[in-house]
């Protein structure tokens, strides 16, 4: 699903969508009737322009009562609307649709939106001035930053730890189970990852239950690296957050960038598949092996090719095939 931005346009502009901050972190919200987190805004109501609508939806959904707000650009997907970016100095009560809010660096891993308001609110991080309080800050909301201003011993830890895993003995369960746990940025009850592993600082990979990974896999997690649950991962896998300016001189500057990698759950990788900087993979997806994944990938599809592409969707027809299949190793009775 392509997400266009534009600074100026002349058509009919549906929906205010506002990337908001408040106490140096973004802000979500969780409506009553969902359990996953958006960004704040909605319709643009019959008679209001758009500013009107945008402080109007960012004071419903967040509360709040005192804010600056400023128009970044228009967008389209289905339709059209306009993107704010807004710095909320107080909050108030929710009395409206939103039944609570979340605040951080970067947007939740459960989205109502999983395809179209990452794309947005990285818009904004990329192309506006916000204040953020540390460089760290700024490396895990995806906007440029400088690695050497980070504090070195985090990187070193994730190696060390990685280190460590590797050296495991293929007995040492619940001792690979302990490294994982407090390095990773988040696990659930099953997973199970195969030496070596290597990766940036670790506390930016979120994995989901039931999640396998094979041998060598690389996770360059300078923004965020979220999988749902089920996924399995072949050999040499690599997902990159991490990206570097166009332009030369910036980039000898030593300033750079990371793009979050989100993976919905029933997802299969083939072997050596690269997943690059801000793509999107929905669920039940199977991605081909050497794959180079540049793109987003919609849901219920297999894909794969250099640049990844859809090469047809998952249907009934398969699972029909594969359950028949179950059924032949069932009737063997192990």
Partial sequence: MEVKFYKETDQFIKYAIIVARYKDSFVFCKHKDRNTYELPGGHVEPGEDILTAAKRELMEETGAKKFTIKFVCYYSVYSYGAVFYAEIE???KLE???????FGDYMPQELTYPHIQP?????????????FGSNMKRMVAGTLYN??????ELHKNAVRKAMEYNQ?????????????????GSTKEHFYIEPSIRMDYGFNIHIGDHFYANFDCVFLDVAPIIFGDHVFIAPRCCFYTAGHPIDADVRNMDLEYGYPIRVGSNVWFGGNVVVNPGVTIGSNVVIGSGSVVTKDIPSNV?????????????????????????????????
């Fill in 119 to 131: 794309k947005i609110f990285n818009y904004v991080v990329q192309n506006t001035e916000i204040k």
């Fill in 302 to 334: 297999v894909a794969c090719g250099n640049p990844c592409r859809v090469i047809r969707g998952i249907t009934e027809e398969d699972a029909k095939l594969w359950q028949q299949r179950k059924q032949f190793f069932d009737n063997e009775k192990f």
């Fill in 168 to 184: 495991t003995l293929p007995e040492e369960i619940d001792k690979r189970r302990d490294i994982i746990k407090n390095l990773f």
């Fill in 147 to 152: 690695s050497f201003l980070n504090d070195p």
């Fill in 90 to 92: 107080e909050l108030g």
């Fill in 96 to 102: 409206y649709e939103i039944e609570s809010l979340s």
